[in-house]
């Protein structure tokens, strides 16, 4: 099994201190695998894709661009 280390912000410590460590490592292990198969799961949809990197960046600017115009019709 590989290792890594994290380091944890000082304004979390105490927490991280409270909790029992085998609990924790069972919970960043789940996370780390949920979030692997998340990457899992979109490179495999991006492989399928035939956009090139430069449509797909003009793509999301122009989600980003109306989604922007619709919020700032509601407020």
């Known amino acids: 099994m590989a290792e890594f280390v994290v380091t944890i912000p000082k304004e979390f410590e105490e927490d991280f201190k409270k909790i029992d460590p085998l609990l924790l490592q069972i919970s960043v292990q789940k996370l780390i695998k949920e979030k692997l ?5 979109v490179e495999k949809i991006i ?3 035939k956009l ?4 797909a960046l003009e793509l999301g600017k122009k989600v980003n661009k109306s989604l922007s115009k619709r919020y700032e019709k509601l407020m």
């Open 52 to 55: 090139k990197e430069k449509d």
């Open 47 to 49: 492989s399928k894709s």
């Open 37 to 41: 198969e998340d990457f899992v799961r």
